[in-house]
């Protein structure tokens, strides 16, 4: 029984102690957003975190999406309170349909390396889960920036910039 107890003490130990927990409701349009992260300061927040996602209009709470190294900033409000702020770019937080399946998926920077890196999570409306998508997440890490949706089009765009002129647009078609 103790080596149970010690066991998931050590699982779970990140999430126990030292958290800092955000609700935000503004973010998307098909989802309030919680999240618990390790570490902030006067400025951010940054490290080990659990996203926690649930449907406004079913209630229904989606598994965590855990990252190591999730960061966001943080701004004070009229009450001189820290709260979570989304609006800078690039923003630490995307919910957009990357994959065109009416469901809005979700986009955490992961500030493992010097440059902005998203990893991108898809719904799954099978499994009622958001599943890492490393298709899409190679895409933004193989080109170090995040790509725009273009609904219209159903395409992924990428505008790269090498110097003052070089300009490169790339376009993904998503396949279902």
Same mark, same amino acid.
């Given at each position: 029984?103790?080596? @149970? ?10 999430? &126990? $102690? ?17 999240? *618990?992260?390790?570490?902030?300061? +006067? ?10 996602? $649930? ?5 229904? %709470? !989606?598994?965590?999406?855990?990252? *190591? ?12 309170? %820290? ?7 690039? /923003?630490?937080?995307?919910? +957009? ?20 890196? !998203?990893?991108?999570?898809? &719904?799954?409306?099978?499994? @009622? ?6 298709? $899409? ?8 920036? $995040? ?6 089009? /159903? ?15 790339? +376009? !993904?078609?998503?396949?279902?």
């Amino acid at each position: 029984m103790k080596f @149970k107890f010690l066991h998931l003490l050590n699982l779970f130990g990140t999430f &126990f $102690m030292a958290q800092n927990h955000f609700k935000i409701n503004d973010l998307s349009k098909q989802y309030h957003v919680t999240i *618990d992260i390790a570490t902030c300061n +006067e400025e951010e927040c940054f490290g080990k975190s659990s996203v926690i996602l $649930m449907n406004r209009s079913t209630s229904e %709470k !989606y598994p965590a999406v855990i990252s *190591d190294n999730f960061t966001f900033d943080l701004a004070t409000d009229s009450l001189q309170l %820290k709260k979570a702020n989304f609006d800078n770019k690039p /923003r630490s937080l995307i919910f +957009e349909d990357f994959n065109f399946d009416s469901f809005e998926d979700v986009a955490l920077v992961n500030r493992s390396s010097e440059n902005v890196i !998203y990893d991108i999570y898809i &719904f799954d409306s099978i499994q @009622k889960q958001f599943v890492i998508n490393e298709g $899409m997440t190679g895409l933004v890490k193989e080109n170090s920036t $995040m790509f725009t949706v273009d609904s219209e089009k /159903r395409r992924l765009i990428l505008q790269l910039k090498s110097g003052c002129c070089l300009n490169i647009t790339k +376009e !993904y078609q998503v396949l279902p």
